[in-house]
């Protein structure tokens, strides 16, 4: 993450008027109106200026941030990612439901988020800039392999990596959070099956003439009791898959 600031144009001298109050200001305005001022040493002092100028903006963003990080909300997750068997395997939040959530807020505090793209060789590289109306600017970038799943076609490949790219950016600058992080593990929260239905599927098992640590393994599951609830139903379909074919009578030779 990087900040800048937006320039100050160096033609814009402070009159006498304008620099009350402000010793450097003083300065500088004094030796604008004097003929005599030596050419370099206007031009540190316009220098001194600019950094005066960096570190305002920079204490004017760090100020409002302050203010408008409690009112920036967890974001719901909506979006949804399936497995080959059509389940549910992790949640997130869509950029559009991001993006509408904070839009207003950022704009009560005086900030700007916009978003620029390169393309590369099958990656994009996107990069977010956060603005404050002080000037001061933060800015990230995140490269991309550009997403190919689901048989999407170029444009929705590349629509798809961008929306992702851009709600990832967004969300290291403002420090976002959403009310389940994506995961496909035991993370904390995450609902687990029941006893009831770790003993169906250990029957299952059993029954298909299956191995549990490798079943576990298959799963990406420490054991049996530690399976998400929302992939019982995969579990459950591919031991009776197993088993049929088990039970089924060979062909003749």
């Not at 316009?46 to 941030?65: I, P, Q, V, W």
């Not at 629509?159 to 600058?173: D, E, F, M």
């Not at 029941?194 to 799963?219: H, N, P, V």
Request: hydrophobic content about 40%; proline content about 6%.
């Amino acid at each position: 993450m990087s900040g800048e600031v937006i320039p100050h144009d160096p033609g814009a001298v402070p009159t006498v008027a304008e620099a009350q109050g402000d010793p450097l200001l003083t300065m500088i305005a004094r030796a604008a109106a004097d003929p005599a001022t030596d050419i370099a040493k206007f031009e540190r002092l316009m220098s001194m200026y600019n950094d005066h100028l960096e570190r305002e903006a920079h204490r004017a963003y760090t100020a409002a941030m302050a203010e408008m990080q409690p009112e920036l909300p967890e974001i719901e997750e909506h979006g949804e990612i399936l497995d080959k068997q059509g389940e549910v395997q992790s949640r997130y939040a869509r950029w559009e439901d991001q993006q509408a959530a904070i839009k207003p807020i950022l704009a009560k505090h005086g900030f700007s988020l916009t978003f620029s793209s390169t393309d590369g060789d099958n990656k994009i590289a996107i990069t977010a800039k956060l603005a404050h109306r002080a000037g001061h600017v933060e800015a990230t970038s995140k490269e991309l392999p550009l997403d190919t799943s689901g048989s999407k076609n170029l444009v929705q490949s590349h629509g798809s990596t961008v929306s992702y790219g851009q709600r990832y950016t967004a969300k290291l600058l403002l420090n976002l959070t959403s009310r389940g992080e994506d995961d496909d593990g035991v993370a904390a929260g995450t609902k687990l099956i029941s006893d009831a239905q770790a003993e169906a599927l250990q029957l299952l098992i059993e029954r298909a003439g299956a191995d549990t640590e490798r079943f576990c393994k298959f799963l990406k599951v420490p054991s049996l009791d530690q399976l998400p609830a929302r992939r019982y139903r995969f579990a459950e379909r591919a031991l009776m898959d197993a088993a049929a074919k088990r039970q089924s009578p060979r062909s003749p030779p």
